[in-house]
């Protein structure tokens, strides 16, 4: 969809641009996001922003989700 696509070309640019925690990976880091879209020329908007954080959202579930529940398994208990 033409309406997403400055969205979907800075979550592929910039989805390596994240925040680590001792649990793993936290989120964005917003300020690199905004220097990749500069550099793409991307102009960010409150519309495109919550596209982002959209991404972001359903990647960090899917990062954080249980182990067991990756590979399919069960979890102990």
Known sequence: ????RDAWDLWIYS???VRSGG???IGLDYPAVW???DI???PITPALLNK???LEMEWLKRANAPKA???GGTTPG
Do not use: C, D, S
Request: hydrophobic fraction near 40%; charge should be positive; charged fraction near 25%.
């Open 15 to 17: 989805r390596t641009q």
């Open 69 to 71: 529940k990756k590979e």
């Open 23 to 25: 649990m793993g990976p």
């Open 1 to 4: 969809m033409p309406a997403n």
């Open 52 to 54: 982002i954080r959209i």
């Open 35 to 37: 220097q990749v879209a």
């Open 40 to 42: 793409l020329g991307i």
